[in-house]
């Protein structure tokens, strides 16, 4: 709508500026155009009456159309104008634009030194199978995961075997180690996928330091977004601290059975061997 306002205005304006001209054109249309046969003669009387109310016509009817409309597209016009300013000034005036990319850009700085502190390089393992073992659980690189129950064995030992212990404490040396060996696995997918979202948000602070203010919602969203994923992979961890918890509290209980049963063998043994 506005653009056909925008075109009206414009060929009422171009008609009134060029008035004169059209009536000039008007004029030797008129005389050029065959008139009916009346004789030698040709009624200049009746062409120029019929010139000055068709000069009438544009001055008093269509003119005065013209100034209503250009009238109206002026009103239109500083609504516009009106609201543009509005959006410009107080919407998004671009002072607070640019200090809001000035602080996105002072935060990524931030997340660039949070970056470098989670990079740490904090292997401190000396022997050979420790170190190996060490390297593939800070590797951060989930494709490494295949590569730890070998390195745990090689350095933790492999499950005695029935002949060196009975079968309840193989069982509980096993649940042990399988859920170490689950912690440490799962500590390495965390790594990768918190370098994911690190870089997931280091892209979403650089589009929205250069966002116009029409797509920072949209990047707003996605943050959210990643924020919520950032909390669930905390969930997972938390999770995997409860069952390294939940198995150390069962190898205690475990062991207090083991001692339960043992000092019930030993009871028994010496109460058959005093009654030989």
Same mark, same amino acid.
């Given at each position: 709508?506005?653009?056909?306002?925008?075109?009206?205005?414009?060929?009422?304006?171009?008609?009134?500026?060029?008035?004169?001209?059209?009536? %000039?054109?008007?004029?030797?249309?008129?005389?050029?155009?065959?008139?009916?046969a009346k004789g030698?003669?040709?009624?200049?009387?009746? /062409?120029?009456?019929a010139i000055g109310?068709?000069?009438?016509?544009?001055?008093?009817?269509?003119?005065?159309?013209?100034?209503?409309?250009?009238?109206?597209?002026?009103?239109?016009?500083?609504?516009?104008? &009106?609201?543009?300013?509005?959006?410009?000034? !107080?919407?998004?005036?671009?002072? &607070?634009?640019?200090?809001?990319?000035?602080? %996105?850009?002072?935060?990524?700085?931030?997340?660039n030194v949070i970056?470098?502190?989670?990079?740490?390089? %904090?292997?401190?393992?000396?022997?050979?199978?420790?170190?190996?073992?060490?390297?593939?659980?800070?590797?951060?690189? *989930?494709?490494?995961?295949?590569?730890?129950?070998?390195?745990? !064995?090689?350095?933790?030992?492999?499950?005695?075997? &029935? #002949? $060196?212990?009975? *079968?309840?404490?193989?069982?509980?040396?096993?649940?042990?180690? &399988?859920?170490?060996?689950?912690?440490?696995? =799962?500590? /390495? *997918?965390? $790594? +990768?996928? +918190?370098?994911?979202?690190? $870089?997931?948000?280091?892209?979403?602070?650089?589009?929205? +330091?250069?966002?116009?203010?029409?797509?920072?919602?949209? /990047?707003?969203?996605?943050?959210?977004?990643?924020?919520?994923? +950032?909390?669930?992979? #905390?969930?997972?961890?938390?999770?995997?601290?409860?069952?390294?918890?939940? /198995?150390?509290?069962?190898? #205690?209980?475990?062991?207090? =059975?083991?001692?339960?049963?043992?000092?019930?063998?030993?009871?028994?043994?010496?109460?058959?061997?005093?009654?030989?």
């Amino acid at each position: 709508m506005l653009e056909i306002l925008r075109f009206v205005k414009g060929l009422t304006n171009c008609v009134w500026t060029h008035r004169a001209k059209i009536l %000039v054109l008007i004029l030797v249309m008129t005389m050029v155009v065959p008139q009916p046969a009346k004789g030698q003669f040709i009624d200049v009387a009746a /062409i120029v009456s019929a010139i000055g109310a068709i000069n009438t016509a544009i001055t008093n009817v269509i003119g005065a159309g013209l100034r209503d409309i250009s009238g109206a597209l002026g009103a239109v016009n500083g609504v516009l104008n &009106a609201i543009q300013n509005f959006f410009q000034n !107080t919407i998004y005036p671009p002072d &607070a634009i640019n200090r809001a990319r000035g602080v %996105v850009g002072a935060v990524q700085g931030f997340y660039n030194v949070i970056r470098g502190l989670v990079n740490l390089n %904090v292997a401190s393992a000396t022997l050979a199978n420790p170190r190996q073992l060490e390297a593939v659980l800070l590797s951060r690189n *989930a494709g490494n995961i295949g590569q730890v129950p070998n390195r745990y !064995t090689t350095v933790y030992q492999p499950i005695p075997p &029935a #002949t $060196d212990a009975p *079968a309840p404490m193989r069982d509980l040396i096993d649940m042990t180690d &399988a859920t170490a060996q689950a912690a440490l696995k =799962k500590a /390495i *997918a965390i $790594d +990768a996928a +918190a370098d994911q979202l690190m $870089d997931a948000s280091d892209q979403l602070a650089a589009e929205l +330091a250069v966002a116009a203010p029409g797509t920072a919602p949209m /990047i707003e969203a996605q943050s959210a977004a990643m924020l919520v994923k +950032a909390h669930a992979l #905390t969930q997972s961890a938390t999770a995997e601290l409860f069952r390294i918890r939940a /198995i150390d509290m069962a190898n #205690t209980g475990a062991a207090l =059975k083991f001692n339960a049963s043992h000092a019930s063998d030993t009871r028994r043994d010496l109460t058959n061997m005093f009654m030989k």
